[in-house]
T-cell receptor
Framework: EAGVTQFPSHSVIEKGQTVTLRCDPISGHDNLYWYRRVMGKEIKFLLHFVKESKQDESGMPNNRFLAERTGGTYSTLKVQPAELEDSGVYFC??????????FGQGTRLTVV | DQQVKQNSPSLSVQEGRISILNCDYTNSMFDYFLWYKKYPAEGPTFLISISSIKDKNEDGRFTVFLNKSAKHLSLHIVPSQPGDSAVYFCAASLTRTSYGKLTFGQGTILTVHP
């Protein structure tokens, strides 16, 4: 069974540019989460999808971040325009029903 | 306001000995606690969990203890192996139906020396 897959693994962009991160959850998992870890600190919750609906987006930093989950399958997280403080590792996780979340390998975003 | 804290940034242990990783939390509404292990360039991997109705859960070499009155949990690894060297994250969730919305601690780097 394939795990949670994230693309790209690394991205370096200039301040002001746009970046789109993609997450493919484990097949059949209705719950999809985005997290971010900045500068070796704790991993912080960004938002939660149940199928294609946003269940909880209380962790989204500001309106420069836009998450979508088309058809309840894969999800994208767009940062536009990117700022220096957006640098970090973005993790996606998925879970099915009452089970623990499985994490992807993360996308390391560097804004210069 | 950090609700889950791992006050030890790192821990060094000899192979074969016990590793004890600690975690404190402030939100008494947390209902479910998990430990994740993370290797470099990989995502966190679920290790073991415990519900707030229990005080101990064991899985092979890994045991998690929960002290609700002290708002403290710990992960014991016995015996420690070099392959256990990784970053360990403590995490908590508010409900049993929201295992994926987690509040994480900062992580503790465990190094197990051969």
């Amino acid at each position: 069974e394939a795990g949670v897959t994230q693309f790209p693994s690394h991205s370096v962009i200039e301040k002001g540019q746009t970046v789109t991160l993609r997450c493919d959850p484990i097949s059949g998992h209705d719950n999809l989460y985005w997290y971010r870890r900045v500068m070796g600190k704790e991993i912080k919750f960004l938002l939660h999808f149940v199928k294609e609906s946003k269940q909880d987006e209380s962790g989204m930093p500001n309106n420069r971040f836009l998450a979508e989950r088309t058809g309840g399958t894969y999800s994208t997280l767009k940062v536009q325009p990117a700022e220096l403080e957006d640098s970090g590792v973005y993790f996606c996780a998925s879970s099915g029903g009452q089970s623990e979340a499985f994490f992807g390998q993360g996308t390391r975003l560097t804004v210069v | 306001d950090q609700q889950v804290k791992q006050n030890s940034p790192s821990l060094s242990v000899q192979e074969g000995r016990i590793s004890i990783l600690n975690c404190d939390y402030t939100n008494s509404m947390f209902d479910y606690f998990l430990w994740y292990k993370k290797y470099p360039a990989e995502g966190p991997t679920f290790l073991i969990s415990i519900s707030s109705i229990k005080d101990k859960n064991e899985d092979g070499r890994f045991t998690v203890f929960l002290n609700k009155s002290a708002k403290h949990l710990s992960l014991h690894i016995v015996p420690s192996q070099p392959g256990d060297s990784a970053v360990y994250f403590c995490a908590a969730s508010l409900t049993r139906t929201s295992y994926g919305k987690l509040t994480f601690g900062q992580g503790t780097i465990l190094t197990v020396h051969p």
